[in-house]
């Protein structure tokens, strides 16, 4: 038997790590030894060194073992080879030295014990390559076996199939590459977190925060969308986007339990000013230590920072602006693609909302112009987009008759009238079914997927074929006309004074603020922010109104075009709530009179102008053209509807086949659907959203690329973008980025916003002007903008991310430019 080195050289305490022992304690350990002596608060603990695992292996008759496979390695047997040596490194025992001494120190930590048990591989983090992530971590070990079993575990992930592939192809010597191992007190944090010191993405000089309750956990399994903070390099807090925070990862006896945040708790930021103060004095620290941006985790208790890990950033890619130089025609529609997906779309989400968008195609194409979309998803996940380009077939010599065809506007609205009323009728009837019956086997849930899918292309149909493309062609023969009366008006003029869905739910919102304002204890009580089960339990009366209310808008959701990341109204009435919260302090604010004034102004002239004949023809478009309008506007909560469902389905197939519902949505349809058939998730699945999730972030970086090669960037202080409702105003700065910030926005503040949906209409009731980074002339903000009779400019681009909340801007409505002006 061999001699084995002494137990110094086999554990070191953290404290005591030198910065050269890369060789001994890997990249983890000497990262933690150099930030203890450098009076940086890191939890205590130990290292079992690479000394420890060689003697490990050695002592068990492993290396030999290990020696003889790889020598004897081929591409048809290595995973099989690997295993095994896994096997034998977990089955294998500690010498009874090194067991007492590693349960020794383990003793030392103060109970209840928790602590983390992290792979610490001596090639880790070199410049030239970057191990991260290739070998395991075990946190929350309360017990000594498992301490024991955890060790051997990392021990075993140095011989995973993913780390013998990246040595491979890194070229590192299989033999030289050892592991240590550290085991570190856990922190009862009350806030936990990721820290970037410049921005991984583009390399930028500003700090990115991720945080949530709890522990860590939380954040990087998944389970929570955290709270997310940047920093510029002076501290100053310059963006701040709060995530939902469902749940916290908390300590219990056996381990860690997960436990739901209150809806407080979710709606407030977890992080305050002094704690952002604090992580970005201690960064900057860390930061000047290495000389180069690091990666670091976080935790807080008792207000007070402990780092957990730190390493330097290796994916920094610097990002050009801008990249891609577009036509004025690929900007228009990238602009309108933005608008529908403020967010990147998880793949399976892409590729039913881009049902909608690839039918305006399909009908180019019967028409006899061959166009795909410039926009795709690639095999990662990530969206790109192409030149457009398109060519001619052989239907364009039928276009004159089509063409006649598409202007027969009776015949348009009885077909698709008819089309509308059929998908309405069906997908009620899908959602009795399923909320009557709610325990479905995976084949029958496909079933259901695939006829709402098929309801969804009807709808895609009727909007575009009966009422979006005759209505373009009515629009401009009814502009040229009106422009005769006032050259200022547009065609959208004639939708002022419309009754329509979107308008609908807003009065009947307001109906509910006038019968929730008698009872002036509960409008306290919403204005201070209740949420829905505590008004439920204490106003049943007034929940019934709420709840009849749901019924009929409740499929309502924060993206109205994308199927399975959004949420609706009937998923979170919480929301709701916070629109309550806003009316309650806008009901004077009602649809502007002068709209309709303008709209009777426009015909009365349009009669003294033209013959009896003409006026009449003319008559009947407007009523087409506004009708048009009322039915495309009715589709959109018709397949928003079919969206809750889908993700109601989604849901069930998360809880029967025990996978996060998130995991699922890496998945393409098709795949998804391989899935349900097979009625598991084999190997090949779950590596494709390991890898997909993998490279979420970049998906996210180069969509946020195409926003911004898609705008103009001029002068700093001025933002151009068109025109959505006449006039000129001044005022302050309120950005919204969504719905959690809709509480933001005061009376008379201009609401700033990547983009608006039905969901935010009673927010136009207390701006005083919009400007949004998406839409164009006819998209919601502007349509709601002149009904209101307020200024709005939009597809601005930039304006969410370069203006500041509360300093002075001039919205100029009428040429869609945005000006900085010096604070009051």
Request: proline share 2%; charged share 25%; hydrophobic share 35%.
């Amino acid at each position: 038997m061999k001699v084995y080195l002494n137990i110094s050289n086999n554990i070191i305490d953290i404290r005591d790590v030198k910065e050269n022992q890369l060789d001994i304690v890997g990249g983890k350990g000497v990262n933690l030894g150099i930030m203890i002596s450098n009076n940086i608060q890191v939890p205590d603990g130990f290292i079992i060194t690479a000394y420890a695992y060689k003697n490990y292996i050695e002592y068990n008759g492993i290396l030999k073992d290990i020696e003889e496979k790889i020598n004897k390695f081929n591409e048809n047997d290595i995973e099989l080879e690997l295993e095994k040596i896994r096997e034998n490194i977990l089955n294998g025992e500690f010498s009874n030295n090194i067991k007492e001494e590693i349960l020794k120190k383990y003793d030392r930590f103060s109970i209840p014990i928790h602590v983390a048990v992290r792979s610490s591989a001596t090639a880790e983090d070199l410049p030239e390559a970057s191990f991260a992530g290739q070998q395991e971590t075990y946190l929350n070990v309360t017990k000594k076996e498992e301490l024991l079993l955890s060790i051997k575990k990392c021990y075993a992930s140095l011989w995973s199939n993913r780390s013998f592939l990246y040595r491979t192809n890194n070229n590192f010597n299989h033999l030289e590459v050892s592991i240590a191992v550290v085991v570190q007190e856990m922190v009862n944090s009350e806030v936990s977190g990721v820290l970037f010191t410049a921005n991984p993405s583009t390399g930028s000089n500003e700090m990115i925060i991720d945080a949530s309750y709890g522990l860590g956990e939380a954040i990087v399994s998944g389970k929570v969308n955290p709270d997310n903070y940047v920093l510029d390099s002076d501290g100053k807090e310059i963006h701040t986007k709060i995530g939902n925070k469902k749940i916290s990862i908390v300590y219990s006896e056996n381990g860690t339990k997960e436990i739901d945040n209150s809806n407080k708790m979710r709606e407030e930021r977890c992080l305050s000013k002094d704690n952002l103060k604090d992580l970005f004095s201690v960064s900057m620290n860390i930061k000047k230590l290495y000389k180069k941006p690091m990666d670091i985790e976080w935790a807080i208790k008792n207000n007070r920072v402990y780092i957990l890990q730190a390493r330097p950033i290796t994916t920094i890619k610097k990002v050009k602006k801008p990249q891609k130089k577009y036509s004025d025609k690929e900007k228009k529609y990238l602009n309108n693609m933005i608008e529908h997906f403020p967010v990147h779309c998880y793949p399976l989400d892409y590729e039913i909302a881009m049902i909608l968008q690839n039918m305006k195609f399909e009908l180019f194409k019967e028409v006899g112009i061959n166009l795909k979309s410039p926009i795709y998803m690639d095999n990662d996940g990530i969206i790109q987009m192409n030149k457009i380009k398109f060519n001619l077939n052989f239907k364009i010599l039928k276009f004159p008759s089509v063409y006649r065809d598409y202007k027969n506007n009776l015949k348009n609205m009885e077909e698709g009238e008819k089309i509308l009323n059929f998908c309405n009728i069906e997908i009620n009837r899908v959602e009795k079914e399923l909320y009557s019956n709610k325990c479905y086997s995976l084949s029958k849930i496909n079933e259901y997927i695939n006829f709402i899918i098929k309801i969804h292309k009807k709808i895609a149909y009727a909007r575009f074929r009966y009422f979006l493309f005759p209505a373009v062609i009515v629009g401009e023969n009814l502009e040229k006309e009106i422009k005769k009366i006032n050259k200022s008006y547009t065609e959208y003029d004639l939708l002022s004074n419309l009754n329509y869905i979107t308008l609908d739910v807003n009065k009947k919102i307001d109906k509910i603020v006038l019968q929730m304002a008698k009872n002036k204890v509960l409008v306290d009580d919403i204005k201070s922010g209740i949420n829905y089960e505590y008004l439920k339990s204490h106003y049943h009366k007034e929940s019934i109104i709420i709840k009849d209310f749901l019924k009929q808008y409740g499929w309502k959701s924060d993206y109205c075009c994308i199927p399975f990341s959004s949420t609706s109204w009937n998923e979170d009435p919480n929301r709701l709530l916070k629109i309550l919260k806003i009316s309650m302090s806008s009901l004077e604010n009602e649809s502007n009179d002068s709209n309709y004034k303008k709209y009777e102004y426009i015909l009365k002239n349009l009669k003294a102008n033209n013959k009896i004949n003409k006026f009449n023809k003319l008559n009947n478009e407007i009523s087409y053209y506004r009708l048009a309008h009322v039915r495309r506007e009715e589709s959109q909560y018709t397949w928003e509807k079919g969206f809750g469902l889908l993700r109601w389905l989604l849901t069930s197939i998360s809880q029967i086949m025990s996978i996060p519902y998130e995991d699922l949505l890496y998945l393409r349809l098709n795949e998804l659907q391989k899935v349900l058939v097979a009625e598991e998730i084999s190997k090949k699945y779950k590596d494709i959203i390991s890898h997909r999730k993998s490279l979420r972030s970049q998906a996210e970086i180069t969509w946020e690329q195409l926003s911004i090669d898609a705008f103009r960037y001029d002068d700093k202080n001025v933002f151009h973008g068109v025109s959505g409702s006449l006039g000129k105003v001044r005022g302050k700065v309120c950005i919204v980025n969504n719905h959690n910030d809709f509480s933001k926005l005061e009376k008379g503040d201009i609401l700033v916003c990547p983009y608006t949906d039905p969901e935010w209409t009673p927010l136009f009731k207390v701006a005083k002007a919009v400007v949004s980074d998406t839409g164009g002339a006819l998209s919601h903000a502007a349509i709601v903008a002149r009904e209101y009779g307020i200024p709005a400019v939009l597809g601005v681009g930039n304006a969410t991310s370069n203006l500041i909340d509360g300093e002075y801007i001039v919205v100029d409505g009428d040429n869609g430019i945005i000006k900085k002006i010096m604070e009051e």
